[in-house]
């Protein structure tokens, strides 16, 4: 299958572009999956009306103002930017790797499918602070919603294996996106550079993007020489 747009992967050490060959399961497979971690994610946790109203969202009208949303939506992706950050370094421990993480990682060249690909552990280990967020900052149901159908559909992005010239999320500050993620992936197991999920900063405070730094300045002296 040829691709027009150039794949992350494409940038990374030598390997080939052949998504299928990885595969454990079937695309129908995998797209069951897909659907059945959307539902139980809805059903599960963000119709929950005990467990909203708990939280403090409230559900009748008026609607929030754009301001309102706009604000509440910023401090949900930092939050859960921030928390995964470190629950992702977590499940790189050796035992939490190898039990529980190890399955998200089968992808060394990941697919949109691979971003809620993991033990179920894991699933409920970096899907939990997507509630931090709204349990910080409560809003709107529609704010919630739009919340989670931009997160997923950033993880979507994140996992997609191609740089897409005309994606608007590259003019946003500090975001990741797929290049950054799939040098995480293509490392697998021995990876300890790029664990953010979402925004750069994290992995620059703490040090832990040299891998992908080297990385990058390899590849961009090799287009020069
Ligand atoms: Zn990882
Ligand atoms: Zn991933």
Not at 55 to 83: H, K, N
Not at 171 to 187: K, L, M, Q, R, S
Request: proline share 6%.
């Amino acid at each position: 299958m040829r691709h027009s747009i150039p794949s992350t992967s494409n940038q990374l050490p030598p390997r080939r572009f052949g998504v299928m060959q990885e595969l454990a399961h079937t695309p129908a497979w995998y797209s069951l999956r897909l659907g059945f971690h959307f539902l139980k994610q809805w059903y599960g946790a963000y119709n929950n009306l005990m467990l909203l109203q708990f939280m403090g969202i409230r559900t009748s009208l008026p609607l929030p103002s754009l301001w309102e949303a706009c604000s509440q939506l910023l401090v949900y992706f930092l939050v859960d930017d921030y928390v995964n950050y470190w629950l992702h370094r977590m499940l790189h421990s050796k035992w939490l790797y190898e039990n529980i993480h190890r399955a998200h990682h089968e992808f060394t060249a990941p697919i949109g499918f691979a971003a809620p690909y993991a033990h179920w552990a894991e699933v409920l280990i970096v899907g939990s602070p997507s509630l931090i967020g709204p349990a910080l900052a409560p809003g709107h149901m529609v704010t919630l919603w739009a919340w989670i159908i931009l997160r997923h559909l950033e993880a979507i992005e994140t996992h997609i294996g191609y740089k897409f010239p005309l994606t608007p999320t590259k003019y946003i500050p500090f975001y990741g996106g797929a290049e950054f993620h799939d040098y995480h992936h293509n490392v697998g197991g021995q990876s300890r550079s790029n664990f953010a999920s979402i925004f750069t900063y994290c992995d620059y405070i703490y040090r832990k993007n040299k891998g992908y730094q080297y990385h990058i300045a390899y590849i961009q002296k090799s287009k020069s020489s």
